[in-house]
């Protein structure tokens, strides 16, 4: 029982980045504005301090959207049927 209690008080202590906002943004070929888009939500987060992530819902761009996207940081979830 001891054993437990301190290792849930390692746990407890550890620092551990707690997820606090998740930026979704649609995507289908918008390799033009993209980066942009991610750098200024990026510059956000970082700004603000909060703890978060940029998600780009892919419906399949065929421009390279989902490199820019990978490069700029961001985190490609494909969606593969439109308009959902």
């Known amino acids: ?12 202590n550890e620092q551990i980045p707690t997820l606090e906002l998740s930026i ?3 995507c289908l070929n918008e390799a033009e504005t993209l980066a942009t888009c991610i750098g200024k939500a990026r510059d956000y987060l970082e700004r603000q301090k909060i703890a ?20 700029s940081g961001a985190q490609v979830v494909p969606i593969p049927e439109r308009g959902v």
Do not use: F, K, R
């Not at 978060?52 to 490069?71: C, H, K, P, W």
């Open 1 to 12: 029982m001891l054993e437990n209690q301190v290792m849930a008080d390692a746990v407890s």
């Open 24 to 26: 979704i943004m649609p």
């Open 52 to 71: 978060g992530e940029v998600l780009i819902a892919d419906n399949g761009s065929s421009d390279g959207s989902q490199e820019i996207a990978t490069n």
